[in-house]
């Protein structure tokens, strides 16, 4: 099986979004499959690991609990916050915010997690990315290009993705896959 020094992922965590409309306040279903926490916890990501490999991961701020844990079951280390994305409005000076129990929240966290050496060569990159939404759940192309700049042109692996990069091999349900970790 083919192994992997970089590993980004965004997991499609089983929650409710809570939506702001015209006409009051409404939960729907997210627009793709979800998993459980455990589910996501226990894909065995550890066997495509490098010695040294480094995890991007996408959250938001309610899964923060058990990033140690995840990180932990899929090999890595919990190191930080490697990026802040602040969904900023499209047209406005405002934010792209949806309702949270407490704020409105605008931002999701990419936290990194290290396994072996560190690989970031490059301490040039903000931590604070903010840019317009687009498609639900779609991050900025921007954090791939940060990952590159930190790390280099070292093997990479995007998980849960919904497309194919150039230069990153994928695993996702909506996609073709170059593995499969399940």
């Known amino acids: 099986m083919k192994k992997y020094n970089i590993v980004y992922a965004d997991p499609p965590w089983k929650l409710k979004y809570l939506k702001e409309t015209k006409?009051?306040?409404?939960?729907?279903?997210?627009?793709?499959?979800?998993?459980p926490d455990k589910e996501i916890i226990n894909l065995n990501v550890a066997n495509?690991?490098?010695?040294?490999a480094i995890l991007f991961l996408w959250a938001i701020d309610s899964r923060i609990p058990i990033?140690?844990?995840?990180?932990?079951s899929w090999g890595f280390n919990f190191?930080?916050?490697?990026?802040?994305?602040?969904?900023?409005?499209?047209?406005t000076n405002g934010v792209n915010a949806t309702v949270g129990k407490y704020t409105r929240k605008s931002c999701e966290f990419c936290f990194i997690?290290?396994?072996?050496?560190?690989?970031?060569?490059?301490?040039?990159q903000n931590q604070y990315f903010p840019e317009p939404k687009?498609?639900?759940s779609q991050?900025?192309?921007g954090i791939r290009d940060n990952i590159?700049?930190?790390?280099?042109n070292l093997p990479r692996i995007e998980l849960f993705a919904r497309e194919k990069t150039k230069g990153w091999d994928v695993c996702g349900n909506e996609i073709n896959n170059d593995i499969d970790i399940v």
């Open 23 to 35: 006409i009051g306040f409404g939960v729907y279903d997210l627009p793709y499959e979800q998993m």
């Open 48 to 52: 495509i690991l490098l010695d040294d």
């Open 67 to 72: 990033i140690p844990e995840l990180m932990a």
């Open 79 to 91: 190191k930080t916050v490697g990026f802040v994305w602040n969904k900023v409005a499209k047209f």
């Open 113 to 124: 997690g290290t396994k072996g050496k560190c690989l970031a060569k490059m301490h040039t």
């Open 134 to 136: 687009r498609k639900h």
């Open 139 to 141: 991050k900025p192309d």
């Open 148 to 152: 590159l700049k930190m790390c280099g």
